[in-house]
T-cell receptor, first 112, second 113 residues
Framework: RKEVEQDPGPFNVPEGATVAFNCTYSNSASQSFFWYRQDCRKEPKLLMSVYSSGNEDGRFTAQLNRASQYISLLIRDSKLSDSATYLCVVNRKGSGNTPLVFGKGTRLSVIA | SAVISQKPSRDICQRGTSLTIQCQVDSQVTMMFWYRQQPGQSLTLIATANQGSEATYESGFVIDKFPISRPNLTFSTLTVSNMSPEDSSIYLC??????????FGQGTRLTVV
């Protein structure tokens, strides 16, 4: 089983739509969870951290289910500028100084 | 946050040669990592660059092919040795402090011909 698995995508949605991405991780000892965004030919950049109680940042909502080892990202009122690849990211194990492991990413295209 | 300067930003190299990529951070960081991102793929961890000791390599990556240096807490290099076209990829330096997110350099786009 891969360390991090994501919806393969691509997702093609109209402006204003709501879209949800899902992700599962294999290591129950993982403690840190993130969603990153990667634009074409650019390095990944943090979109938001994911907390146990769930968290929201404007149009973006992240949820974590530790029992199911499942992470989600919801984007409301999609904008053209949301078009990018979204990477589900988990730390290798435990907390502290461990590397981050990346899912393959889900490509989102928001269409006018 | 951390500002990471990675160079070169891109290079085209002949097969059989080696390329050294440099990563400079504007502050001391505990952890530095090297990733590879092949076309259309996500990031694959190559190794963790340990300050003062040998790097820790992931399965499928070996020191002879990807030697890494980390002489201090703000600098690291990755060398891609004896290159072949299969090494064509984007190589990314990343830093992380405990329990925080990772920051990335802008990447080195390597093409081996």
């Amino acid at each position: 089983r891969k360390e991090v698995e994501q919806d393969p995508g691509p997702f093609n949605v109209p402006e204003g739509a709501t879209v949800a991405f899902n992700c599962t991780y294999s290591n129950s000892a993982s403690q840190s969870f993130f969603w990153y965004r990667q634009d074409c030919r650019k390095e990944p950049k943090l979109l938001m951290s994911v907390y146990s109680s769930g968290n929201e940042d404007g149009r973006f909502t992240a949820q974590l289910n530790r029992a199911s080892q499942y992470i989600s990202l919801l984007i409301r009122d999609s904008k053209l500028s949301d078009s990018a690849t979204y990477l589900c990211v988990v730390n290798r194990k435990g907390s502290g100084n461990t590397p981050l492991v990346f899912g393959k990413g889900t490509r989102l295209s928001v269409i006018a | 946050s951390a500002v990471i300067s990675q160079k070169p930003s891109r290079d085209i190299c002949q097969r059989g040669t080696s390329l050294t990529i440099q990563c400079q951070v504007d502050s001391q960081v505990t952890m530095m990592f090297w990733y590879r991102q092949q076309p259309g793929q996500s990031l694959t961890l190559i190794a963790t660059a340990n300050q003062g000791s040998e790097a820790t390599y992931e399965s499928g990556f070996v020191i002879d092919k990807f030697p890494i240096s980390r002489p201090n807490l703000t600098f690291s290099t990755l060398t891609v040795s004896n290159m072949s076209p299969e090494d064509s990829s984007i190589y990314l330096c990343s830093v992380r402090q405990a329990n925080t997110e990772a920051f990335f350099g802008q990447g080195t786009r390597l093409t081996v011909v």
